[in-house]
Antibody, heavy 124, light 103 residues
């Protein structure tokens, strides 16, 4: 059974940093691209960042480019999101999602499994 | 960047109704369109991929169609568990969502 378990969320002041983690199990982690998708309270889904199976391709939404860094450790079946210079508008539930294939650039990409999310609240 | 626009934004319907939700892309995306269902407090769930392929385990009352710029998600006979928010997605872009409520 595929499981994605996010952790690392919490309350943080504007300008500070936070690191999210996603522990994966139930599939061959290093075969697939992984993504972070967020959802602000009462709002829709927003793709944040994606990373290919071998970390060779990485992408970011314009809203987080230069502040967030995605990474993965295939030996530990884990995905990470380092979030720096956090802003109030980064407040959201952050989901880890598995891609259906190894790359992030394919037109036919979709997210076939999702974690339950970890809540990040940026407030003073 | 490709924009995805869903309509309606919200919809009221009754159990047993046939419901259609539309998603329009700002340019042709062939059949690269996916649909997700999200219930309150839960993660999104993949329903349909590649416009019309049903994800494993999803009831057959869900179907998808379309190509190019116009796509539809149809629920043939609404069940109580289908009341949720539905999102279309193409690559890294999601539609704004359609909230399906009980009439």
């Amino acid at each position: 059974e595929v499981q994605l378990v996010e952790s690392g969320g919490g309350l943080v002041q504007p300008g500070r940093s936070l690191r999210l983690s996603c522990a994966a199990s139930g599939f061959t982690f290093d075969d697939y691209a992984m993504h972070w998708v967020r959802q602000a309270p009462g709002k829709g889904l927003e793709w944040v960042s994606g990373i290919s199976w071998n970390s060779g391709s990485i992408g970011y939404a314009d809203s987080v480019k230069g502040r967030f860094t995605i990474s993965r450790d295939n030996a530990k079946n884990s995905l990470y999101l380092q979030m720096n210079s956090l802003r109030a508008e980064d407040t959201a539930l952050y989901y880890c999602a598995k891609d259906r294939e190894g790359g992030i650039a394919a037109a036919g990409n979709y997210f076939d499994y999702w974690g339950q999310g970890t809540l990040v609240t940026v407030s003073s | 960047d490709i924009q995805m626009t869903q309509s309606p934004s919200s919809l009221s319907a009754s159990v047993g109704d046939r419901v259609t939700i539309t998603c329009r892309a700002s340019q042709s995306i062939s059949s690269y369109l996916n649909w997700y269902q999200q219930k309150p407090g839960k993660a999104p769930k993949l329903l349909i991929y590649a416009a019309s392929s049903l994800q494993s385990g999803v009831p057959s009352r869900f179907s998808g169609s379309g190509s190019g710029t116009d796509f539809t998600l149809t629920i043939s006979s609404l069940q109580p568990e289908d009341f949720a928010t539905y999102y279309c997605q193409q690559r890294i872009t999601f539609g704004q969502g359609t909230r399906l409520e009980i009439k």
